[in-house]
């Protein structure tokens, strides 16, 4: 069965640096898009960044500038680069696959990993 396993996060103060990584395993045939959300207390999930297979990404304009996304298609891995944290930055990321094929099902499927805590003390 295809599962996310995240690794990263942490405490930071305001404007240091965190890396996030997130590994996909299974028997995967190909993912569409890979991405991180974030949920902080009393909001709702919302997307920090997310990257195709063909490589294009897509930043919350809150992030843009700070956050750098990239993936490895064949290691099925994508990684969160964020620096100038502020503490608004702070949530529980969770790593996202979306349009997943494996072995397990005949249709594509999305998958979320277990969220790390990223706090940023002011």
């Known amino acids: 069965q295809v599962q996310l396993v995240q690794s990263g996060g942490g405490l930071v103060q305001a404007g240091g640096s965190l890396r996030l990584f997130c590994a996909a395993s299974?028997?995967?045939?190909?993912?569409?898009?890979m991405g991180w959300y974030r949920q902080a207390p009393g909001k709702q999930r919302e997307l920090v960044a997310t990257?195709?297979?063909?490589?294009?990404?897509n930043y919350a304009d809150s992030v843009k500038g700070r956050f750098t996304i990239s993936r490895d298609n064949l290691k099925n891995t994508v990684f969160l680069q964020m620096n100038s944290l502020k503490p608004e930055d702070t949530a529980v990321y969770y790593c996202?696959?979306?349009?997943?094929?494996?072995?397990?099902?005949?249709?594509?499927?999305?998958?979320w990993g277990q969220g790390t805590q990223v706090t940023v003390s002011a």
């Open positions: 299974g028997t995967i045939f190909s993912i569409n898009d």
């Open positions: 996202n696959a979306a349009g997943v094929r494996s072995r397990s099902y005949y249709t594509a499927r999305d998958y």
């Open positions: 990257v195709t297979s063909g490589g294009s990404t």
